[in-house]
């Protein structure tokens, strides 16, 4: 079940209702073939209402190894707050919260006692373009998360699967359970798009993603057999009733606002 070929259906047509749903309502029976389970991660946040996920990753660095726990808690449409915790270094707390409403964007760091608040981003227009190639068309998130980060990546996997996985060699290689869920674990070979350092060919990325959801639930690289970044979610609950207070948020007092 290996493929090179490059898969372009990140951007998914919208109904003409405007109503979004997903493609696929289940896998089907067995291991499906990499397409499927692309076409399948690619609709991961539309199968749930509210979604609290708990991810940890650690990750070799020149000060050796580092570990993030990170904290999302998601209803659709446009609220979202994820809370980023490193490891305490000299007693200080280094924590960042980024939250949203769908239409404001808040960002407070701890460590600095910095705050921003700024209006959501306009997204680039014509990225739908009917005649635009399907590679250069773009995922239209239900819920806007932080870009570049580990959620984005794992609600919203089709531009990772599109951009990166699909650039290398991929096989769905088993099924396994990963905290308690069930995942279909697909091994990708020598992604192209990364950064330099991983521009090599023993470079290899395994993902695990929840049969349910779609959701990535495992994430692995590694360069010549050892293991450089492990995420893994240790606490995933989709539509989980969510407090009242969940996306309430004030600037501590002190806070320096950059704008």
């Known amino acids: 079940m290996a493929t090179t070929r490059a898969w372009d259906r990140a951007a998914a047509p919208v109904p003409a209702d405007g109503r979004r749903r997903p493609e696929s309502a289940a896998l089907p029976p067995g291991l499906p073939s990499v397409a499927q389970l692309f076409d399948f991660m690619r609709d991961a946040e539309l199968r749930f209402a509210a979604l609290r996920l708990r991810v940890e990753e650690r990750a070799n660095t020149a000060r050796g190894e580092e570990t993030v726990v990170t904290e999302v808690v998601l209803r659709h449409p446009g609220h979202a707050k994820v809370t980023t915790t490193r490891e305490a270094h000299r007693g200080k707390a280094d924590y960042e919260i980024w939250i949203s409403d769908g239409d404001l964007v808040r960002t407070y760091a701890a460590a600095h006692q910095l705050g921003t608040q700024r209006p959501v981003r306009n997204r680039p227009r014509g990225l739908h373009d009917r005649d635009l190639p399907a590679s250069s068309r773009v995922y239209e998130p239900l819920t806007p998360l932080p870009m570049e980060t580990l ?97 309430q948020f004030v600037f501590p007092t002190g806070t320096t606002m950059l704008y």
């Open 151 to 247: 959620p984005e990546t794992f609600v919203h996997p089709a531009g990772y699967c599109q951009n990166v996985l699909a650039t290398g060699r991929c096989t769905v290689i088993g099924a396994e359970v990963v905290g308690g869920r069930e995942a279909i674990v697909l091994q990708c070979d020598h992604p192209r798009t990364t950064e330099m350092v991983g521009d090599r060919p023993d470079f290899r990325i395994v993902i695990a993603a929840d049969r349910e959801t779609g959701v990535i639930l495992r994430l692995v690289e590694s360069i010549g057999g050892s293991t450089t970044r492990h995420a893994l979610v240790t606490e995933i609950a989709p539509d989980a009733p969510l407090a009242p207070s969940a996306f």
